[in-house]
Nanobody, 122 residues
C-alpha cells in the first residue's frame, strides 16, 4: 500500500508561482511512475506532468515551459513547480502513483492523494 499526501496549494495571482509537494510512503518499491493530475469544475481530469523511475518526464502541452516536475528520492517527495500561473490552471491537483513504468491514463495510476486546491485569480 502507498500513501500520498499533497501540500502547497492555495490562492495565487496570475503570473505568480506555487510549488506543490507530494510526500509518498508505504510500499514505495512498487512505484514506477508518479504524476500530477488536475481537475477543474466541469472538465475532465487531465495529466499535468509525469515522472518515471528512470526520470522520463511528460508534460501537458498547456503547461510545458511553465511547470516542472521533480523528485527527491531521499525525501520521498515529488514536486510540481508552477510558474507563470494562469486562471485556467485553477483546479484541484492530485498526486498519483503507478506501478506501471509508463502509465498512459488515469486508470493506470493505482494510488491517489486527497487533492489540493489551486486557485489562480486576481
Amino acid at each position: 500500500q502507498v500513501q500520498l499526501v499533497e501540500s502547497g496549494g492555495g490562492l495565487v495571482q496570475p503570473g505568480g508561482s506555487l510549488r506543490l509537494s507530494c510526500a509518498y510512503s508505504g510500499s514505495t518499491f512498487s512505484i514506477n511512475a508518479m504524476g500530477w493530475y488536475r481537475q477543474a469544475p466541469g472538465k475532465e481530469r487531465e495529466l499535468v506532468a509525469g515522472i518515471t523511475r528512470s526520470n522520463r518526464l511528460n508534460y501537458a502541452d498547456s503547461v510545458k515551459g511553465r511547470f516542472t516536475i521533480s523528485r527527491d528520492n531521499a525525501k520521498r517527495t515529488v514536486y510540481l513547480q508552477m510558474n507563470s500561473l494562469k486562471p485556467e490552471d485553477t483546479g484541484v491537483y492530485y498526486c498519483a502513483a503507478s506501478g506501471r513504468s509508463r502509465p498512459s491514463s488515469s486508470y493506470e495510476y493505482d494510488y491517489w492523494g486527497q487533492g489540493t486546491q489551486v486557485t489562480v485569480s486576481s
